[in-house]
């Protein structure tokens, strides 16, 4: 019982398509564990617990509209970097950092002590932003599998 070539490297591919969409939902399941834990913790202020001489050497923390823009500016990025890679069908990729870019909002706006405000606006976001990330996954994958179909019935 020997495999064909084809069948291998189908199955390989098939094994990395899987890997990518098992990597994008536990990634999208630590962000919704993180939020719980930022939400929970939503009217903590960071700052405040700090103790005096660490509170002088991080100075003020930033105003909140400051961290807003930041995370406009990550989220419009993000957004461009993935409808480009959608774009140009470049197979979807296996990245922790976005998931440490989206979660470091809830520190941020719990720095500055106003994550109650803002808790909403960054979930919104990472859920978005995991959204887009999973329909470029599901639709290269789609492309790839009609890609197979069409060269199998010409074989």
């Known amino acids: ?73 990550y989220c419009f990025s993000s957004a461009i970097l993935t409808l480009t890679a959608m774009a140009n069908d470049a197979q979807p990729t296996q990245k922790w950092n976005h998931l440490g870019y989206r979660s470091a909002f809830f520190i941020f706006y719990c720095f500055s002590g106003a994550i109650a405000a803002n808790f909403l606006p960054v979930l919104l976001v990472g859920i978005c932003l995991y959204g887009l990330d999973l329909g470029h996954i599901w639709l290269y994958s789609a492309k790839v599998n009609h890609e197979e179909k069409g060269l199998l019935g010409k074989s």
């Open 1 to 73: 019982m020997g495999y064909d070539k084809a069948e291998t490297a189908q199955n390989t591919k098939s094994n990395t398509e899987n890997s990518v969409q098992n990597h994008s939902l536990m990634s999208l399941t630590l962000f919704l564990l993180i939020s719980i834990c930022a939400f929970t913790f939503k009217d903590f202020n960071l700052f405040a617990a700090a103790s005096e001489p660490v509170r002088q050497i991080l100075g003020y923390p930033p105003p909140a509209y400051l961290i807003s823009v930041a995370l406009a500016v």
